[in-house]
Structure formats: structure tokens, C-alpha cells
């Protein structure tokens, strides 16, 4: 079914756009339960999908460690190995357990410079079925205000789909 996706034309419009790839999405991981592997299709379905998406993975919460997250599956550039809970954008998200739209990361206070061109950055944080923090979903653009609540609600609507339900 990936191949299916390569070849697919997908809408110009922002929100039609997310819904096709979520379609895929779930067309692609249907029956599918490692969650690495779910993990790794969505940052690559994501990132091929969307000019802007610069870096695109996840940062999963350590299961050693309870309050740090450590790098998982991503498209992009090297990522940082580790985030504390609270620190930059991921760390807020994961500690607050809500997404963070950051239009100028610059001006985000506690900001973590893993690459120093990303300019804007949306991290929406991951649960599973019980509703447990399993990773923050953290995706970055070279240009600022490259995010908005499309990206939002659609990329919180696709991860729920992903980790949550079943």
C-alpha cells in the first residue's frame, strides 16, 4: 500500500491535503501494532507530504526514565538525543500535555536549538490507549509561522487515530 502513496497527487489545499494523508495513514498502518513502526510511517508519510515539514518524528518518553523524552523515529536533520521534561517546545508539551504552536521558536523562552534554521515548530504531544504520554509528536519549518490550527487539528486528529484508538 506505501507504494500506492508515492505515486498519489495529492490536494493543494491545506486541510484537504491532511485529510487524503490521513487516509493513507491509516490505509497504510491497518493492522499493523508495532508501535515503532507506526512511529516511522507517520514522520514519513508526514514529511513527504508537506513542503514545510523541515524536521518531522517523535520524541518518546523514556520508559527508564519518566520525566525525559529520548529521540525515536524522524525524517531530517540529526535530532536532539534527549529533552527533559519542561525544556523548549517538546519538553512543554510533553509536561503540560499540550500541543505547542510556536510561530518564532526564537522568541519561545528555553527554546532548544537542535538545528539552527528551524524558524517555527508545532509539537503535539501522543497518547495511548489508556491515556498515557507515549512520545510528543515534533515538527519544525525553516520559515517562521509555517504552522497554524490546521496543522493543529489535523495533526492531533491523525496521531489520536494512530496511537489512541483500537
Known sequence: MAEAF??????????????????EIASVLEGEPNLTARMATVASMLANSFEDYFWTGFYVVDP???DELV???YQGTLGCLRI??????CGTAA???????VPDVHAFPGH???DSRSASEIVVPVFDKTGALIA???VDAERPA???ETDQEWLEKILAETFSKG
Not at 6 to 23: F, G, H, I, S, T
Open 146 to 148: 509555517a504552522f497554524d
Open 136 to 138: 510528543v509528536f515534533d
Open 6 to 23: 508515492n505515486d498519489l497527487a495529492l490536494p493543494a489545499a491545506k486541510a484537504e491535503r491532511y485529510a487524503a494523508v490521513a487516509e
Open 71 to 73: 529521540v525515536g523515529p
Open 95 to 101: 509536561a503540560t500535555r499540550q500541543t505547542q504552536l
Open 112 to 114: 532548544i536549538a537542535c
Open 64 to 66: 527508564a526514565k519518566a
Open 84 to 89: 527533559a521534561f519542561g525544556r523548549g517546545v
